[in-house]
């Protein structure tokens, strides 16, 4: 209201001026009410401002003229707002729509605030704006389209706020824009073609939005483009080659899209100004342009994670201003073996602060030029390629490495003792190597080192107490490598080492003293595979961060301490494999987070408990300790000396006889319709079936599978279904025969089958049932999924090919059944399916019975197999009484019968 009464005033003067109305009086009128606008929409503005916490705008008050208040610009002579900057104020709020009112205003910087809500379209009434910056702020909604009428932008920047929707292709109406910023946005849609039109753009900053399509040929036409930055979209194809004729582009940034295609040979020759080249992240092929060498200004090269391949230009020291060549990621290499003397064509470039090598196929030594690299050089990575010789001497040069990483690769020789003079180094990985001789003391010498990896190596000699100098070291990994004698006192004195320590495959000797408990807030310690002795240190107690905990395979005595019941976050605890004597801790059973548990072959005794990770067979193992009892029932272990209520036992024992003798009862009467009956039977003394077969349920990995089944060799093939191949194996160390149900992954369904057998089997067991030893679920060598059960071998095979030899089967003339052993195999059947239907905690319909899965042990007693199709019934789907019996009979008859013949 009170606004439209200033604008028909202000209509109203300008009238009075159009009609040549040049009363002084009157103008200054008009003056007062044109600044008084101003003032007003400056107040609106700050009225839309909710939280103003660095007071930037307290100055903005009646006792101050508005053209003094905080950021605020005139113009000296008409006293009108010229510009606005609030850069990085914290500023939360709206943005008012009467900031249209500040009609001379031509520059507005709200850049770093928490401006929200949408940005107004009023804006298209600023007609003098030139510039406009909004960016980092969390404005939304979409780009204003009546910012289009504002003919004089120059620049245009949104960048980093969450506005949404397409880029209005009428930006391209703007004649004059030279800068149009919309980085780190939502924006969608395609870059528009016309952007080629504005000829006055010399930057063109669209990364990480969500645009889509390919980068429009149009914008070569755009002759003084110098940033063209659209990395981090969805942009595919491949890049229009008149891109490259764009002699003005400083800087060319297309990372992370679908790019495919080459970069031209010529490109050095056609982009001599390029200051930056940044391609990495796409699927960008062949050879690195050798022309690069004659881009002079070239400061970053990063073609990182493409498929660049083949040699690296040895031209490259041309580019003095040369600072991040990062190369990681490519198949770059030739087969030759000297990829790497282009090292020494770089040492001229005394601004490369980073060298990025790793992930290629580079072949050779690393020559000694290396040392003669940059001073400036803060990170060389050198992993996963194919170096061979040793580190050079020189190394030690260069001073301002903070990252060194030579990992997979072959290299040899000793580490070299100048690498104490990497002061600076804050990561050095050198594991998975072939370095041998000893760790130099001076590697106490790097104070700031972080992470140290040496694992993987020969390393030989003892671990150098001067480790205990680097007092920020975090991770250290020595593991597998040959280091003797004990673990040296200095390395607990490390507080700083909060993650790992990683000692485990060496030959380290001694005690795990107890300043282990020195180590606070360390989350891992290894030690496995050593040869230490002593009891656990109760300090390890005090570690109460620790995460995982591996001390198997060592000669550790003595009892588990009581004081490691403070390890709550515990998720793995190896220390099996030891000497360890005594109780299972009960308070295992309550550490909440504790996935894995190993406590097998010590001389442990006493009671397993049932609960936490010991329930979970997969989860914890007590196997190889001869004196132990009770435990979840699955583990079969003796009951422990406590007495249990034996009538309740024996009413169950009797119910199982009645039920057993009801359906023998049942099948013999449906037999003999069958024409099959006899009379004589015999009654049959039952073994259990292979007793030396150990009743342990233990873990099993898949290289102990492919081991014990020659690689699963079509040899040991003894049979196969939709869903998986069983095997013949012989497991060590025992030498136990076992069948592995190996799982057809592949195949729909089996993932669903296996787990299905999995817990139908996990709590039931029967004579006549085949018995699960263990189960295997892993990944194999190629990576892929592999699960497998590992069963009790069943030497003579199943009913099926008792029923119907085979003619290729050379002891056909062995597989003939007597009636006898035929019935007895019906009944063996029969109370199989009475205890899944009966006497298991939870009811079982196996759904799949037929001679093929009804196997046969060395007695001839049959065991039911194969559950993968089997039900689960739940309390509330039990069957009665009776219909529960006449399922039994359909589902033998059905299948076992009709192998008469
Ligand atoms: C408006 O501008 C005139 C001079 O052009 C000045 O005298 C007057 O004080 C201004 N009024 C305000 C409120 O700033
Ligand atoms: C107005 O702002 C000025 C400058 O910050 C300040 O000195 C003055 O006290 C303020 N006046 C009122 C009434 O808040
Ligand atoms: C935006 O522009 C359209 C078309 O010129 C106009 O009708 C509308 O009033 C403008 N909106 C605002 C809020 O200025
Ligand atoms: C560029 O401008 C020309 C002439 O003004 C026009 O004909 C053409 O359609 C425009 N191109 C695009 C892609 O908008
Ligand atoms: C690049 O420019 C050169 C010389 O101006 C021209 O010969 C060539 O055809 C152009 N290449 C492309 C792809 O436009
Ligand atoms: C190093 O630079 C010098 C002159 O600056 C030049 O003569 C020499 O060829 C360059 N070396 C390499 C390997 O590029
Ligand atoms: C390294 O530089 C030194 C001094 O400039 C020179 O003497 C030496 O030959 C260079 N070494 C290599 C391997 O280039
Ligand atoms: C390591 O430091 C010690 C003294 O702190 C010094 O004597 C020794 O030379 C240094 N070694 C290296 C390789 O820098």
Known sequence: MGLSVFWSFIIFIHVIHFLGGSLHSITVVAATFSNETDRFALLAFKDQIANDPLRALSSWNNSLHFCKWQGVTCRRRRQRVTALNLRRMELKGLLSLNIANLTFLWRINLQENKFHGPIPQDIGRLFHLRYLNLSQNNFQGQIPINITKCSNLRVIDLGHNDIVGEIPVELSTLPKLTIIDLQSNKLVGSIPPSFGNISSLTVLSLLDNSLGGSIPVDLSRIPNLEFLEVSGNRLSGIIPSQLYNLSSLLAFSVTDNSFSGRIPSDIGLTLPNLEALLVGGNRLTGPIPRSLGNALRLEELELTDNGFSGPLPTNLGRLQSLAWLNLVGNQLGTTEGDDLRFLASLTNCSDLTLLGLEYNNLKGVLPDSVGNLSIQLEMLTLSENQIFGSIPNGIGNLAGLTQLTMDHNRMTGSVPVSIGKLQSLQVLDLSINRFSGNIPFSVGNMSLLGE?????????GFIPPTLGNCRNLYVLNLSQNSLHGDIPKQVFSLVSLTLSLSLDGNFLTGRLPEDVGDLKNIEEIHVARNRMSGEIPQALGDCLKLEHLSLEGNFFNGTIPRSLNTLKVIQILDLSDNNLSGQIPKY???????????????????????????????????????????????????SCPITASKKRRRSLVIKVVIAV????????????????????????????????????HFKVSYAELLKATNAFSSSNLIGFGSYSSVYKGVLDPNEMIVAVKVLNLQQRGASKSFITECEALRNIRHRNLVKVLTSCSSIDFKGDHFKALVLEFMPNGSLEKWLHPQDDDGSSHLRKLSLIQRLN?????????????????????HRDLKPSNVLLDADMIAHVGDFGLARLLCESDHYSQNQSSSAVIKGTIGYVAPGSD
């Not at 140290?452 to 030989?460: R, S």
């Not at 359906?663 to 003999?672: A, E, H, N, P, Y």
Request: proline share 4%; charged share 20%.
């Open 825 to 845: 195999i019906a009944i063996d059947v029969a109370s199989a399916l009475e205890y899944l239907h009966h006497d298991c905690q939870t009811p079982v319909i």
């Open 452 to 460: 140290l990896y040496l694992a993987e190596n020969n390393l030989q």
């Open 588 to 638: 295992l059973e309550e550490f909440r987070f504790l996935q894995y548990l190993n406590l097998s072959f010590n001389d442990l005794d006493g009671e397993v408990p049932q609960e936490g990770v010991f329930r979970n067979l997969s989860a914890s193992s007590v196997l190889g300790n001869k004196k132990v009892c009770g435990g979840i029932p699955v583990l079969q272990l003796p």
């Open 661 to 696: 003798f009801g359906t023998i009862l049942c099948l013999l009467i449906l037999s003999c319709l069958f024409g099959f009956c006899y009379w004589r039977k015999k009654p049959r003394k039952r073994l259990s079936s292979t007793s030396s077969l150990k009743n342990h």
